[in-house]
């Protein structure tokens, strides 16, 4: 203050001025989006033990050693907390298995990585329960669209890329791949998780859902076709 | 009463005495049947308006015209109500679709048919619900496992009888296809609903997940091998 106003009085261009307000105003914004890291870190760990319903805000502040006033001033209601809990999860979740995956030496240990390390994730289910909840919540459905949005859009990034370094060629797009690798995901986490089954059995649903046997079979066909040249294709 | 007195008495074979408490008891098991038909069909249409969350018992006793307590008789918590309300639900769903895509002259046609009756319905986003409810009730747990089975094994029934009166083939099984369809049809509702998709949106991304552009490409590239004999392939 002294010194703005020195220089406001002196006439002359301040060149720390201007930064001294701004570098305070970013310490702030940064202690406020490590309280909020903070807070979605103990929320995530207590709806993933206890589910939104046997959790409360009281809880997810004391787990965070802080105030419920600050749950509610960065999250307004429970609900919001849960869904950007859930969103920063999936993607989080997303994230470390495209990295994991990159080492992958085949589209199937590809495909086969990024099932293992999805579909059993608590991350995951959390995130269904999400989507379940913002049906209901209109005010929460923006931060979902934008979580898929952002699923999909990595996820064929990091495909696209996969393909580029190996030289893969497959079926699909990279953004139609990533679409159904999701819609997939999701409905493999629900169905596994209503009916009480373990992540082996979800990835071993999903992995037949991707349609490896499908591949497998249309090379077949494939070969028979181009052996064939004119023979009416035999027995199958 | 009397009559079995009488038989009893006279030692005679009675070919009407079984029958007769056997024709009371189904009459009123029948009764029963219709007064939990009747309080399903009232629950669905307000669990459909209102959410579980905005229905009450009371609520669906009325719209019934029944007691509240003949709801809990006959489901014990309203929870119980829903997931078997969702559960009838995409039964007949699956059911009704299954019908009107048997008229379909390809597969394509048929998938179509299948991936509209199914996709935009009111009852697959209760049941989407149902599913996330089951998660944290393991008690709803075996009524949705029957489900999904019984969509996955007369999905597939209707399929290879469709395969069968036309001639079709295709890459998957039909059990592999009708589990596949539910999978994604499941993740596809989930997806839409909690980010506001209609139902032609939802159904057009289904139809992607389903993989029409993978058919469409395996043909061509089976195409290329065969007509290729020997030449190396050209570009794309």
């Known amino acids: 203050m002294t010194r703005r106003g ?3 009085a002196s006439g ?3 060149r720390n001025g201007p930064r001294t ?3 305070s105003a970013r310490a702030t914004r940064n202690a406020g989006q490590r309280m909020r890291s903070i807070l979605l870190d103990a929320a995530s760990a207590l709806f993933k033990a206890h589910g939104l319903g046997g959790t409360s805000i009281t809880a997810i502040a004391g787990a965070a050693d802080a105030f419920p006033s600050q749950v509610t001033y960065y999250f307004r209601t429970k609900e919001a907390l849960f869904v950007e809990a859930a969103c920063r999860d999936v993607l989080h979740i ?3 298995t495209e990295k994991a995956a990159a080492r992958a030496r085949t589209p199937k240990a590809y495909a086969g990585a990024l099932v293992d390390g999805v579909v059993g994730a608590d991350g995951l289910a959390l995130f269904v329960e999400a989507l379940t909840l913002a049906r209901q919540r209109p005010d929460l459905t923006p931060q979902i669209a934008r979580t898929i949005e952002r699923l ?3 996820g064929a990034r990091a495909y696209a890329g996969q393909m580029a370094r190996h030289g893969w ?3 699909h797009a990279p953004d139609v791949s990533a679409r159904r690798f999701w819609t997939i995901a999701l409905g493999i986490a629900l169905e596994g998780h209503a009916t009480g089954r ?4 979800m990835a071993a649903a999903m992995r037949e ?3 490896e046997v499908a591949a497998a079979r249309a090379k077949t066909v494939s070969l028979r076709l181009a052996t064939a040249s004119g023979r009416p294709p035999g027995k199958p």
């Open 12 to 14: 002359a261009p301040d």
């Open 152 to 154: 999909h859009v990595e």
């Open 198 to 201: 373990g992540a082996a059995a």
């Open 169 to 171: 060629r497959t079926h």
């Open 6 to 8: 020195n220089n406001a």
């Open 94 to 96: 997303a994230e470390r």
């Open 21 to 23: 307000p701004r570098h």
């Open 209 to 211: 859902a991707l349609g």
